[in-house]
């Protein structure tokens, strides 16, 4: 069983079940702290649909919150979930852009999860 994140008809990330909703979760807790709306919205079928403009703002948030973070504890809670939501929108064929002093930490973590949750469109 899967939990498809779509964006336009076009699935960007067909998650586990269990994978989908936890990230949907996580992504709302974080939002919440962020005092900003996700722009993910499930969908009855069992899918959770991308607002793309809304999505990519929460993510510049969640990297706003990583990147300032001086507290380590919390910027290791924040950087799975960024990762995952920065793999989604490199999916989505939009980026944020991210400091380089940022990249190299970032980049092996892309890495793996680009290749757990697939190569995007296609």
Not at 2 to 21: I, K, V
Not at 26 to 49: K, W, Y
Not at 91 to 98: C, D, F, Q, V, Y
Request: contains cysteine; hydrophobic residues 35%.
């Amino acid at each position: 069983m899967s939990y498809p994140y779509e964006l336009g008809g076009e699935t960007l990330w067909d998650a586990g079940y269990h994978s989908g909703l936890l990230y949907l979760s996580l992504a709302r807790g974080a939002a919440e702290f962020l005092e900003l709306p996700t722009g993910l919205t499930p969908a009855p079928q069992g899918s959770c649909d991308i607002e793309l403009p809304t999505f990519r703002a929460f993510v510049q948030g969640l990297y706003g919150t990583y990147s300032s973070a001086g507290n380590p504890v919390l910027r290791g809670l924040t950087r799975d979930l960024l990762i995952t939501s920065l793999v989604l929108l490199e999916h989505a064929e939009a980026p944020i852009t991210l400091k380089p002093e940022h990249e190299e930490d970032l980049r092996e973590g892309r890495m793996v999860f680009t290749r757990s949750m697939g190569q995007g469109r296609g």
